[in-house]
């Protein structure tokens, strides 16, 4: 049997979107109501765009890319070129719960 986490507390609202937003990859608040690509620390991921404006998923489950190495538990978080990746000095903690190695893709709680 296999399980899904997908829907888990997901909690979703609108921002505007800074030129470049990329569904799927983690946001950043980057100005008043605004949000752009992660670059560092994120807020949480873009789900859709429609008309200058992203659906930006801030609680739940979500999977990502990362690089490096990562495991699950509590690590803290942040985004070096549209992937996760630890950083113990820069980062906010997120929950990992799974961690595929063979599509370097992790399962977060943000």
């Known amino acids: ?15 505007e979107a800074a030129s470049g937003v990329t569904v799927g990859l983690p946001v950043m608040i980057s100005a008043n109501g605004k949000v752009s690509n992660a670059t560092s620390a994120f807020c949480g991921v873009c789900k859709s765009l429609k008309n200058g404006y992203a659906a930006v998923q801030l609680d739940g489950y979500v999977r990502l890319p990362y ?28 929950l990992v719960i799974d961690v595929d190695s063979t599509t370097n893709t992790a399962g977060i709680i943000l």
């Open 67 to 94: 690089t490096g190495s990562i495991a699950v538990g509590y690590k803290q978080l942040v985004v070096d070129d549209g992937e996760i990746k630890v950083d113990t000095t820069n980062g906010r903690e997120h």
């Open 1 to 15: 049997m296999t399980v899904s986490f997908d829907g888990y507390n997901a909690n979703t609202i609108t921002f």
